[in-house]
């Protein structure tokens, strides 16, 4: 089973930091890659994909790293409202019954 | 905009009661599925469709059935409920199928929380 890793954390951040986490995947030909956002007791929504080149979308950038194999989310100026479960999604090829979602990666931003 | 509606929200079952999961969306979508979310792990693919009659399992369909008769509907059906099944089931869609249009946006419900005692 090809398998997506996260640091399931918590990350407890003070506001106003910038804190960064990373996703590994085992699957070498693995085509596309997202990050999705998991509020308490809600359900997933996607933040944004993770382009080759990187991708930024105000204070939220991502970065693939094909060569390791590993996705990264970068968090700037923090806020309260950040505080939720990061979950790495990566797709294996065919459609959407191709993706793989990690245990995610849980945030606390604290005043 | 409704989006994706899963009924009921809350539900507690007896071992070998049988029961149903109801998921509707309004968005036109062609794909839709169901997963599962457990405590310490990622969520995993029951069963999913690509459109109205079409139906395929997923990682994890032992005890699950599908159907797709329209496009707006995809129900789950527990059979015969065990405490193995408990868990957060939420359903899901998405506009296209093939992996060059998949956009990777997937729109979840809000859940459904099945206990099984």
């Known amino acids: 089973r090809k398998e997506v890793e996260q640091d399931p954390g918590p990350f407890n951040v003070p506001e106003g930091a910038t804190v960064a986490f990373n996703c590994t995947y085992s699957?070498?030909?693995?085509?596309?890659f997202f990050w999705y956002r998991q509020d308490c007791r809600k359900e997933p929504k996607l933040l944004m994909s993770?382009?080759?080149s990187g991708n930024e979308d105000g204070r939220f950038t991502a970065q693939l790293n094909r060569a390791s194999q590993y996705i990264s989310l970068l968090i700037r100026d923090s806020k309260l409202s950040d505080s939720a479960t990061y979950l790495c999604?990566?797709?294996?090829?065919?459609?959407?019954?191709?993706?793989?979602f990690g245990k995610g990666t849980h945030l606390i931003i604290q005043p | 905009n409704a989006g994706v509606t899963q009924t009921p929200k809350f539900q507690v079952l007896k071992t070998g009661q049988s029961m149903t999961l109801q998921c509707a969306q309004d968005?036109?979508?062609?794909?839709m599925s169901w997963y599962r979310q457990d405590p310490g792990m990622g969520l995993r693919l029951i069963h999913y469709?690509?459109?109205?009659?079409?139906?395929d399992q997923g990682e994890v369909p032992n005890g699950y059935n599908v159907s797709r008769s329209t496009t707006e509907d995809f129900p789950l059906r527990l059979l015969s409920a065990a405490p193995s099944q408990t868990s957060v089931y939420f359903c899901a869609s998405s506009y296209s199928l093939g992996a060059s249009m998949f956009t990777g946006e997937l729109f979840f419900g809000e859940g459904s929380r099945l206990t099984v005692l």
């Open positions: 968005m036109n979508h062609e794909y």
């Open positions: 999604v990566v797709n294996s090829g065919g459609g959407a019954d191709g993706l793989t």
């Open positions: 993770v382009y080759s």
């Open positions: 699957n070498s030909a693995s085509q596309s």
């Open positions: 469709s690509v459109g109205a009659g079409i139906t």
